[in-house]
């Protein structure tokens, strides 16, 4: 017991911290339990801090280290639930953290609770230092950011918005990746845009009736498929955006010809791409998404029965849009690639825009600083974040927000799905105290 007490006393904060966040499944809701052994360690530090309930079990922690008020402040933000593990294979519980053979096992240690455990960290010890910070650090762990943050930080917009307005924002979405054989840091990617989510819910009319009578005239099943066939079919215009010039220029570098020369080309004459290397480009997949909005249909329902005419048939058609074109422009090019009248096209969601932070200005240099402060000359480079993430709330109202990552992990340990949502989530052991450390300098650049 003795023993256990006194490895547990010598642990670091954030791993400490961490081990108590995985244990909790916060896939379905309990954010709160997850959340209180937090609130009652800032509160022994003296950190004005809080937990505010959304909906049952869950809800979001608010604290504030003060700063000198020289500066507005800093938003540290991170997400405590998880997604679920339902369905998946995992070779360990995925709510018991095993550290084994060099990796810490468990769901969420990627996304996002590594990120909220170095985030306590680091705000313990600005509180403890008697150095008073040039800005306020206001710390937010989440609720519910994988399910649209209706709970979370939605909410906290909607309800508390003086409790995290900042600024400047840290939050999830960048990529420290190390090399397979875990030496080095190999590039530092910072998340400075988004792509808008959209979703479109596209529909036909038919009349009804006995399967036995097919329609001879027109078939709304039809009319709905080839709508899906010309929506799968149609290109959005290309063009290399400022904020994704710097992914394509790394992957120019680790591509082999003819691609590696398109994405080189690409990135020498854009905004503007060549036909030529548009082609190459578009065929591999996340290149074409760096390049270009896409839509694709991912929901298709007909009739309730399957002798029975639909009268209703739709289909959802979802966009990642690039965050300088609309939502409005984006649905005129469905329109006009599908070309009927006869079908309908809705708006499902009420999610606002991706957005994008400045390129330049005191969080990339802070980024760069640290990077360099710590690994040298490693590159450091900008990135087009193409899933969502909570960035995008705070952008709207005017924070200026950016992804990094607290967690390093090999490109090759992300390709084989050990990564973010998979099963086996896990996270190099050797690189967490590192990745605090990243997070710790980037703040303390911050704040000085
Ligand atoms: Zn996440």
Redesign the pocket.
């Known amino acids: 017991m003795l023993l256990l007490a006194l490895s547990l006393l010598c642990a670091p904060v954030d791993h400490e911290v961490l081990l108590q966040l995985l244990s909790v499944d916060t896939s379905h809701g309990h954010e709160l339990q997850a959340l209180q052994p937090v609130l009652e360690r800032f509160k022994a530090a003296g950190i004005p801090a809080q937990l505010l309930e959304s909906a049952p079990t869950r809800g979001n922690l608010i604290a504030r280290i003060k700063g000198t008020g020289a500066q507005r402040p800093l938003l540290l933000l991170a997400?405590i639930d998880v997604v679920p593990v339902e369905g998946q294979k995992w070779k360990t519980p995925p709510f018991t953290p095993v550290e084994k053979d060099g990796y810490l096992t468990a769901r969420g240690v990627t996304?996002?609770k590594a990120m909220a455990s170095a985030i306590v960290a680091v705000a313990l010890e600005l509180a403890a230092s008697p150095k008073k910070p040039s800005r306020d650090v206001i710390v937010a762990l989440t609720s519910a950011?994988?399910t649209g943050a209706i709970e979370g930080v939605q909410w906290l917009v909607k309800n508390h918005r003086d409790l995290i307005d900042a600024e400047l924002a840290l939050n999830?979405g960048g990529d420290i990746f190390v090399a397979t054989d875990l030496s080095r840091v190999e590039v530092v990617q910072m998340s400075v845009a988004e792509k808008t989510y959209k979703s479109f819910r596209l529909s036909t009319r038919g009349t009804g009736g006995h399967s036995s009578v097919p329609p001879m005239d027109r078939d709304p099943v039809l009319q709905l498929a080839r709508a899906l066939v010309k929506v799968s079919e149609y290109r959005f215009p290309a063009h290399v955006i400022p904020e994704a010039r710097d992914q394509l220029a790394t992957a120019a570098k680790a591509e082999k010809p003819p691609l590696s020369e398109a994405l080189a080309n690409a990135v020498r004459t854009a905004p503007r791409i060549d036909p030529r290397d548009e082609e190459a480009i578009t065929r591999e997949r996340v290149y074409n998404a760096a390049i270009r909005t896409t839509c694709v249909a991912t929901q298709l329902q007909g009739a309730p029965a399957d002798n029975v005419l639909p009268t209703a048939p739709w289909a959802a058609v979802n966009c990642r849009i690039l965050p300088d074109e609309t939502v409005e422009q984006t649905e005129e090019r469905l329109k006009a690639a599908i070309g009927d009248p006869g079908v309908a096209i809705e708006r499902m969601d009420a999610l606002g825009p991706g957005g994008n932070s400045p390129l330049t200005g005191p969080v990339p240099s802070a980024v760069r600083a640290a990077a360099k402060k710590l690994w040298g000359d490693v590159p450091v480079i900008n990135g087009l974040q193409f899933g969502s993430?909570d960035s995008k709330y705070l952008r709207e109202i005017g924070i200026a927000a950016y992804g990094i990552d607290t967690a390093p992990a090999s490109l090759e340990d992300t390709r084989r799905g050990f990564g973010?949502h998979g099963a086996n989530e896990r996270a190099p052991l050797k690189w967490l105290p590192a990745g605090t450390q990243f997070l710790r300098e980037v703040v303390r650049e911050l704040v000085k």
């Open positions: 997400h996304d996002d950011e994988e999830e993430t973010a």
